[in-house]
T-cell receptor, first 115, second 114 residues
Framework: DTGVSQDPRHKITKRGQNVTFRCDPISEHNRLYWYRQTLGQGPEFLTYFQNEAQLEKSRLLSDRFSAERPKGSFSTLEIQRTEQGDSAMYLC?????????????FGSGTQLSVL | AQSVTQLGSHVSVSEGALVLLRCNYSSSVPPYLFWYVQYPNQGLQLLLKYTTGATLVKGINGFEAEFKKSETSFHLTKPSAHMSDAAEYFC????????????FGGGTRVLVKP
């Protein structure tokens, strides 16, 4: 058990609907990352936070995607007006940034299917 | 920007045989290098990592990898495959200046034949 929790594990939605995923990192970790993994591919970086500040967003993160980490603890990833191309596994990871290398701990992911 | 190339999306090995998974990276600054394993319906688990120092890195489950700067490679090996090694393996690179975010290769799925 890595200690990073993601909810829900699976989400099936119809095209055009909004969905929201939650990630609870390991409690003392100040960094939180979101990745997307499509079938047969490696995970792709979406965005990351240090505490509550969103420090970087990938070009993969279109305007329909928004991520928050309001109190520097849990994070949410919302997708508006879902499209079939959004179907993927959404992974969350957390780490403790100490000025050097840090180890990322991954959750089990949220599998999104857009019909 | 960093990138990772894993040669071979699928590898089939016999139980007891050598496992060799190839990874080449591109980075303009000294990288950190990682191998992760993903079992079905599970999250990514760190097998081993190279940050600095000794270029031969030992990880969990009998795996090891060698960082070769001149070849920009970080190949993963295990002398004797076990049925439980069947999984997908991802090589990844990160640099501290980029927030330590990981850039992954496309993955190699390992099938172990009895």
């Amino acid at each position: 058990d890595t200690g990073v929790s993601q909810d829900p594990r699976h989400k099936i939605t119809k095209r055009g609907q909004n969905v929201t995923f939650r990630c609870d990192p390991i409690s003392e970790h100040n960094r939180l990352y979101w990745y997307r993994q499509t079938l047969g591919q490696g995970p792709e970086f979406l965005t990351y936070f240090q505490n509550e500040a969103q420090l970087e967003k990938s070009r993969l993160l279109s305007d329909r995607f928004s991520a928050e980490r309001p109190k520097g603890s849990f994070s949410t990833l919302e997708i508006q007006r879902t499209e079939q191309g959004d179907s993927a596994m959404y992974l969350c990871a957390s780490s403790l940034e100490t000025g050097g290398h840090e180890k990322l701990f991954f959750g089990s992911g949220t599998q999104l299917s857009v019909l | 920007a960093q990138s990772v190339t894993q040669l071979g999306s699928h590898v089939s090995v016999s139980e007891g045989a050598l496992v060799l998974l190839r990874c080449n990276y591109s980075s303009s600054v000294p990288p950190y290098l990682f191998w992760y394993v993903q079992y079905p319906n599970q999250g990514l688990q760190l097998l081993l990592k190279y940050t600095t120092g000794a270029t031969l890195v030992k990880g969990i489950n009998g795996f090891e990898a060698e960082f070769k700067k001149s070849e920009t490679s970080f190949h993963l090996t295990k002398p004797s495959a076990h049925m439980s090694d069947a999984a997908e393996y991802f090589c990844a690179v990160s640099v501290q200046a980029a927030g330590n975010k990981l850039t992954f290769g496309g993955g190699t799925r390992v099938l172990v034949k009895p």
